[in-house]
């Protein structure tokens, strides 16, 4: 059996099955684990989703921005109307419910006791540990799985609250948790994200690094697993797997194989 963690697909379909096909995926046996942000851009998310979810405990994503945006698209244009072509081939879907379901079933962080490994979309603050980020996740999984649904929806998006406490509660608490595991690319040493900065590092703003440098980070002794950030690219270090290779940007779809750390690729289209 191989564990496989892929970046950003980004409705890069067709990418996607070629990139199975050159790891010889065998879902009776094997296991995919996503970076998030499926959809959205690359032309094909109706088709990513589809075959995405018929792979079922092969699968685990843990979702992106773009993902959560669907969702909340749909919930904004339940019978169609959305400006984005592709959400809107989703939403018209005959399967649409079930597809943003199983969706809303995957998780926001996940932990792999076996690989000493943590995998959310974008990225975790200095200040929480990997089960702090487990239990934030899930929260917010909590509400996507209930009746309070469409309500966060429409509370999660902003740039504020920008600093983490224990005790902050109700829409803003979700919303905060929303944009550190899913938004993230730079944070100050109190965990303020810069949430519109998306360039390579280097390009932030005083008093800003990429959330992985924070050396004082209470993750510091565990590998984490992220995508989101395509200006970065693919990076393996010891204790960080940068895997949002930016297909639809032109790059290149990546696997990595966790068992050996081997590197699979194919060229987007």
Not at 61 to 82: F, M
Not at 111 to 120: I, K, M, Q
Request: proline residues 3%; contains cysteine.
């Amino acid at each position: 059996m191989s564990t496989y963690l892929i970046g950003d697909v980004q409705g890069c379909h067709d990418a996607l099955q070629r990139l199975l096909e050159k790891i010889g995926f065998d879902p009776t046996a094997d296991k995919l684990w996503l970076c998030g942000d499926l959809v959205n851009r690359g032309g094909q998310s109706l088709e990513v989703l589809r075959l995405l979810s018929s792979l079922q405990q092969a699968v685990s994503v843990t979702l992106g921005n773009h993902d959560l945006h669907l969702l909340a698209e749909r919930q904004r244009h339940p019978d169609g109307g959305s400006s984005n072509e592709e959400f809107e081939a989703i939403i018209t879907a005959t399967d649409c419910d079930a597809l943003l379901d199983w969706l809303c079933t995957q998780p926001l962080a996940c932990w792999s006791a076996e690989h000493h490994l943590l995998r959310v979309h974008a990225g975790v603050i200095p200040q929480w540990t990997w089960q702090t980020a487990i239990s934030a996740g899930m929260e917010v999984s909590a509400v996507l799985q209930s009746d309070q649904r469409d309500k966060f929806l429409q509370k999660m998006y902003g740039n504020k609250p920008r600093r983490w406490r224990d005790d902050r509660t109700g829409w803003k608490r979700l919303r905060l948790i929303t944009n550190i595991l899913t938004r993230l690319r730079f944070c100050d040493a109190d965990g303020r994200g810069a949430y519109n900065s998306t360039g390579p590092p280097g390009s932030q703003a005083e008093n800003y690094r990429p959330w992985f440098k924070h050396k004082h980070r209470l993750t510091r002794d565990v590998t984490i697993a992220f995508g989101h950030w395509a200006a970065l690219g693919l990076r393996q270090k010891k204790r960080y797997i940068a895997m949002d290779s930016g297909c639809v940007w032109g790059g290149p779809l990546s696997a990595v194989r966790l068992e050996d750390r081997s590197l699979f690729q194919v060229e987007s289209e």
